[in-house]
């Protein structure tokens, strides 16, 4: 008996970390569900099965997309395989994502949203382009809240994000060294909403708070190519602090750090759920709505909303609690089981729609 085709699109393998977390535990749950589909990644970046369809002149000439015409016309399903990936604030993503869509619909495929993320939008596309989605299955209360008033009259059902059932511990290092035991790790990104001079005056007061009084260091954490090239102008500013280090874009180095650090602080989403699975306090920066949403079970997490009027003396005052308090007073230990069991509701629920 042939197998069904199923395709998994996503932003993987093009220099996000959190984006290529998904990848593995959709790739190491999808099969196990789903296991007479055939099933095959498309992405921008290498390794792949599929290149993404081109949506400029660059990436139309590299021709590389010839062969997705092929297999969007032998298959059965598309998958939008987790994250932020329709996201209304950035008109490229609507662009990239939505002529994928547009494609598959053209040749007839289910279209299927994975423990996705949708903010709020009166965008016209945005919502043409969530009327051509099948089914959907979303990570965060938000943007299910979102989605039922649009009255799609489709599927949708409350999960949580995938990187809750990756495999972290592949990722771990024992056998690495850092400059000492006793470390923060600090993880600071670029956005458009967001004044970097906010970003600048949390930094310089959390490196005075940790230079004044305490004996840890400073970690800045890259989880995207992008992330590196902003920590390194912060890391610029206080170049003559030697308690303050830039981490290589290295996963083993990345997660390695985030599992023996005694606090993080991320604006990414992810580095604050990996530490959360290795059992670690962290402070989430918020910079969009989905990051108070998925963390909002997690009651021990102080989460700023970067987007808001915020004083950064509440931000460096809950650190300080954070350093005080006894490790045995934080446990999230229920929240990330119950986390674990709506991650993995995705496939059984993907695998219950397509039967």
Not at 11 to 25: F, V
Not at 120 to 148: C, E, G, P, W
Not at 227 to 237: K, V
Not at 242 to 254: A, H, I, M, N
Request: a positive charge; aromatic letters at 14%.
């Amino acid at each position: 008996m042939n197998k069904k085709k199923l395709l998994v699109l996503g932003n993987y393998n093009a220099g996000n970390i959190g984006d290529d977390l998904l990848m593995s535990s959709i790739k190491s749950n999808i099969r196990k569900y789903l296991p007479n589909y055939q099933v095959d990644f498309v992405s921008p970046g290498k390794p792949n099965d599929y290149f993404i369809f081109p949506t400029g002149i660059r990436s139309f000439l590299r021709m590389n997309w010839i062969r997705t015409i092929y297999a969007f016309y032998k298959s059965d399903v598309l998958v939008l395989g987790g994250g932020g990936l329709l996201n209304p604030e950035e008109r490229k993503s609507l662009l990239v994502w939505g002529v994928q869509i547009i494609a598959a619909k053209f040749f007839n495929l289910q279209v299927i949203c994975l423990a996705n993320s949708f903010p709020f939008s009166n965008s016209k596309f945005y919502r043409y382009l969530l009327k051509k989605i099948d089914f959907f299955t979303v990570r965060d209360s938000y943007s299910y809240n979102f989605l039922n008033k649009l009255e799609l009259k489709v599927p949708i059902k409350l999960t949580a994000d995938l990187a809750f059932i990756a495999d972290l511990t592949s990722y771990v290092d024992s056998q690495l060294e850092f400059d000492t035991d006793k470390f923060l790790v600090l993880n600071l990104r670029t956005y458009k909403h967001i004044d970097s001079r906010l970003q600048e005056e949390i930094y310089l007061e959390l490196v005075e708070y940790i230079t004044k009084n305490t004996n840890y260091s400073l970690y800045l954490l890259p989880f995207a190519k992008d992330d590196s090239l902003f920590l390194r102008h912060l890391n610029n500013l206080t170049k003559d602090n030697g308690r303050v280090f830039l981490l290589p874009f290295e996963k083993d180095v990345l997660f390695t750090a985030l599992s023996r650090s005694v606090l993080t602080i991320s604006q990414r989403l992810h580095p604050n759920i990996v530490s959360l699975c290795y059992g670690k306090p962290t402070i989430a920066l918020s910079y969009s709505s989905k990051v108070v949403s998925l963390l909002n079970d997690f009651t021990d997490i102080r989460i700023f909303d970067l987007t808001s009027t915020i004083k950064v003396d509440d931000i460096i005052s809950a650190i300080d609690f954070q350093l005080k308090t006894s490790a045995s007073s934080y446990d999230s230990a229920q929240a990330i089981k119950d986390n674990k069991k709506r991650a993995e509701m995705n496939f059984s629920l993907l695998k219950s729609y397509l039967e």
